[in-house]
């Protein structure tokens, strides 16, 4: 994505960023998007879609397969910047350098809420921010690339390394990472539903503070998480 961003001429802006993020995310190859970038940032989304029929699309893990087709990627990242960008382009105004913390973190707390929703719902109780073929995976794909651009003050965005841990602090802990903090703190099954965010990043930061010389704050945590049966098999090492 940082490569991407740095070769785009003229500068992209929050509409280009966005339509550029929703296909590094759904594609797999780096190439692909590379390829229609110049199409792509002079909206001539025909020439893209031929472009990308001629070429090999891998789609990454989290999408709903055989929702959104290789031969109409381009309809299907109009119809996501055409639902989200109403949303999304108001929040990304508030991420320039001379917005203060407060403005970036309100902002990013919008960012979050759109981004989380943007796979809930069904075909017959869509949310406001629903996207068809948008897994959860996807969603924490395009948030990071969001980050990726603004630390790198690319897209228009600009961000500092503390809202990078306060997006980290923000964004929903996976249900693979929340059967193994309950497993670690079991009386968290005990707590009602609507409380058992809050005690989970509570945990979070008391595995946290127990760790001797620090482990890279919650985010690395959620990771260790995620793979605590491979690393309790020797798999993996942290």
Not at 123 to 136: E, L, M, T
Not at 158 to 173: G, H, K, Q, S, T
Not at 195 to 224: F, K, W
Request: glycine share 8%; aromatic share 10%.
């Amino acid at each position: 994505m940082y490569y991407l961003l740095r070769h785009i001429s003229p500068p992209c802006g929050h509409a280009d960023l966005l339509r550029l993020a929703y296909l590094a995310g759904v594609t797999g190859k780096a190439d692909t998007v590379d390829s229609i970038l110049t199409p792509l940032m002079e909206q001539r989304f025909d020439e893209c879609q031929i472009k990308l029929d001629r070429l090999r699309v891998v789609f990454r893990g989290g999408q709903c397969h055989g929702c959104v087709s290789r031969f109409r990627l381009m309809e299907a990242m109009e119809t996501f910047y055409n639902t989200l960008s109403p949303h999304m382009l108001p929040q990304m105004e508030s991420l320039n350098p001379k917005s203060l913390p407060e403005a970036r973190r309100r902002a990013w707390r919008s960012i979050v809420q759109v981004l989380w929703s943007m796979h809930n719902g069904t075909k017959r109780d869509k949310s406001k921010y629903y996207v068809r073929g948008v897994g959860p995976y996807f969603a924490k794909k395009l948030c990071e690339m969001l980050l990726v651009a603004g630390l790198n003050h690319q897209g228009g965005l600009y961000l500092e390394p503390a809202d990078e841990l306060f997006v980290a602090d923000l964004w929903p802990i996976p249900l693979n990472s929340r059967n193994t903090l309950a497993d670690i703190f079991p009386t968290i099954k005990n707590w009602p539903a609507g409380e058992q965010d809050a005690i989970l990043r509570e945990s979070l930061r008391c595995l946290e503070r127990s760790m001797q010389n620090g482990v890279g704050g919650i985010s690395v945590l959620v990771a260790a998480c995620c793979f605590w049966q491979e690393q309790a098999h020797g798999t993996i090492f942290w």
